[in-house]
Structures are given as C-alpha cells and as structure tokens.
C-alpha cells in the first residue's frame, strides 16, 4: 500500500555521500525531504539536482534537511556529483543515498503499476517514476507526496512553496489558499468561529460564511 499522509515514515539504513545515515536519527528534530530519480548521468535529473544543490541554503533557513536517493552506486555519485556542481555553479551539499539494492524505493512505494525491475541491466526506464518527493515532519510523519513521470522536470520552487505551507499549517488552526506564497493570508479552520479567530489571529475577513481569511501568524519562537 503506498504511503499517505500522517503515516509515518519507514525508517531505513543506507550509505550516502556524507556517510552512512539511520535515516530517523539523522532528522533529528528538523524537517527532511526526499526525493529521488531513476538514474545517475540523466539529464533531466541532473538540472534538478543542480537546483537543489542551489537551494541548499534555502533549506537550511527552514531547518530542513535534504536527501537525494538514487537506485545507482555511492561511487557513480560521486562522480555525477561533478556534473550536478558544473550544471549548478555551485557545490552539491547535499547528501545523497546509494539504493542499488532499491530498500528506499521499495519502502516509499515509488515504482509505477506496471514496474518490471530486472536484477541485471536495469535501465532508467525500468525505474521511470522513481521521481518521488516526500515532505516529512519532525515527528516523522508524512506531510506531503508528490510524484513525477520521468518525462517532467520537478519545479523545485513549488516544493520550496510546498514546505513553507505545510510548516505554516503545522500545530495551526489554519490552511493556505490556491497559490499561496508566504507573507499572503490564510485561511482561518472551521473548528474556530468568528470570535475565537479574531482573538487568536486578530481581524477576520469573512468571505463566504466557511472561508474567512487572517494575517499569517508569526511563528512561535522559544528562547533555549
């Protein structure tokens, strides 16, 4: 069955470009996000590690960690890891997992319905849709999914988007609207009436008697 939302998150072991990792330990208390292509030295995957290679420092303002997998060997990533940097113009600090043995793939459900996976000459068309993305929260539950053909580049600002809602929302009584971006209002939960949304978020506008919208609530922050 294929993970959903507020499952938790298999928990795996693997070795990466930064070492081997326990994947729950290595989240500790900050957000993580998963995503993974078919094969090393393809093309479109390596303009999208490039940009995430770019994005790294917008991660870590979230405290977020990012986790390539890929179904090829720790020493061809080492390797493509050259092009993803000359692609980006910047290097990939990044880790990235070897799954040759396909434990990732497997425990994320990412192969398409009809999936043929020979344990010889595999090639990247035989794991085409292992082209997942998972946002996964402190708490080591799924938050979001999202899965591309192979034939379509990941847009990497909207997974950055992606994020930056799903932390908005986290613990709040409030959604995000269509094409939300932070900053913008949000919409106030329906477990709230008018009053306790005005005391808790300030002033309401209420446009339809089940959509009512608030400025986007500072985020709590605790002194240690």
């Not at 499952?7 to 900050?30: K, V």
């Not at 999208?48 to 390539?68: C, H, I, Y």
């Not at 034939?151 to 950055?160: C, D, H, P, Q, Y």
Request: with cysteine; glycine share 4%.
């Amino acid at each position: 069955m294929a993970l959903r939302i507020n499952d938790t998150a298999p928990d795996f072991t693997a070795q990466t470009t930064e070492g081997e990792i326990r994947f729950h330990e290595w989240m500790g208390d900050s957000y993580a996000i998963i995503f993974s292509h078919p094969r090393d030295f393809t093309p479109v995957c390596t303009t999208e590690f490039g940009v995430v290679a770019q994005l790294v420092p917008e991660f870590e303002k979230r405290n977020t960690k990012v986790l390539g997998v890929s179904v090829d060997s720790l020493d061809d990533h080492g390797k493509w890891k050259r092009d993803i940097e000359a692609v980006a113009g910047c290097p990939a600090n990044f880790a990235m997992a070897d799954d040759t043995s396909l434990t990732i793939a497997r425990a994320y459900d990412m192969f398409p319905a009809d999936a043929a996976l020979p344990t010889e000459n595999r090639t990247p068309a035989h794991t085409a849709t292992v082209r997942s993305v998972f946002i996964i929260g402190p708490d080591k539950k799924v938050r979001l999914t999202m899965t591309y053909p192979m034939s379509v580049g990941r847009n990497f600002a909207e997974i950055l988007r992606a994020l930056d809602a799903v932390q908005a929302t986290d613990g709040v009584p409030i959604s995000t609207p269509a094409n939300w971006n932070p900053g913008e209002d949000v919409i106030v939960a329906l477990s709230l009436d008018d009053q306790q949304a005005e005391e808790r978020f300030g002033k309401v506008t209420r446009t339809l008697p089940y959509l009512r919208y608030v400025a986007q609530p500072r985020k709590q922050t605790t002194s240690a």
